[in-house]
């Protein structure tokens, strides 16, 4: 199948698991993973109207993003080096995995610098799985108040990467769980902070629309397998 059949099949997926949730299909946006794939595959997806894009390199972005045509926007969803934040900050719309202060501070200094707003998700490690990126849920409250008074950055939401991505079924209650995080942190934060949820990935996407999904994160079955 092309791109475009991805797509296409893809984004029917997904409204159908909204309205099986009681949700508005226009609630949920796809954003396609494009690692490791060529500036091309990029164009071909955003020539049928895919916009949202996401990367784990920073590296590999800088040398894919001056590739693509006008009009995508870019999402960094790997792990990111505080060294790197200055770098990230010019790169990319939105940073989905900022995880410990150190790095909020960073990005924060560098967007004020560049004088631009940099929109940001949280990445929250749910399972306690301490060797993975993400923040254990206990200190997201904190560091959710120290982004939303930081310059130069605007908190939209959480972002999660649950363990056992293949099995649909065992990452459901993970989902829930981001949603329920999100629920408690938004009373005290500014409107509009907790407004993202970012889960859900080739394996599971439907999974986590069904648990209140703002934000998929598709790759193999937008792109085909990674090598
Ligand atoms: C690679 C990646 C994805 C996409 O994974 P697929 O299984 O190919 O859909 C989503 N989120 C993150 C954080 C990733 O690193």
Redesign the pocket.
């Known amino acids: 199948m092309s791109i475009a059949q991805n797509l296409a099949a893809i984004n029917e997926r997904m409204a159908q698991a909204a309205r099986a949730a009681g949700r508005d299909p226009a609630e949920v946006a796809l954003l396609a993973?494009s690692?490791t794939k060529p500036a091309e595959a990029v164009n071909q997806a955003l020539a049928v109207g895919q916009c949202l894009f996401?990367e784990?390199y920073v590296q590999e972005a800088a040398q894919k993003i001056p590739q693509v045509n006008e009009g995508a926007l870019w999402h960094f969803?790997?792990h990111l080096q505080s060294n790197k934040a200055k770098k990230a900050a010019g790169l990319f719309d939105v940073i989905?995995?900022v995880d410990r202060a150190k790095l909020a501070k960073a990005l924060s200094r560098h967007c004020s610098e560049q004088g631009k707003t940099l929109t940001i998700l949280l990445q929250v490690s749910l399972a306690g799985e301490t060797q993975k990126s993400g923040c254990p849920p206990e200190q997201a409250p904190e560091l959710a108040r120290l982004c939303a008074g930081l310059p130069g950055l605007r908190l939209a939401g959480l972002m999660t990467?649950p363990p056992f991505?293949d099995q649909p079924e065992k990452v459901r209650p993970y989902f829930a769980q981001l949603r329920r995080l999100a629920a408690k942190l938004a009373p005290d934060l500014p409107a509009g902070s907790m407004a993202q949820l970012s889960m859900g990935?080739?394996?599971d996407f439907e999974a986590a629309i069904a648990e209140g999904a703002t934000l998929v994160?598709?790759?193999?079955?937008?792109f085909g397998p990674?090598s």
């Open positions: 993973v690692k996401g784990n969803i790997g989905q995995t990467m991505f990935m080739s394996g994160r598709v790759g193999s079955a937008v990674r």
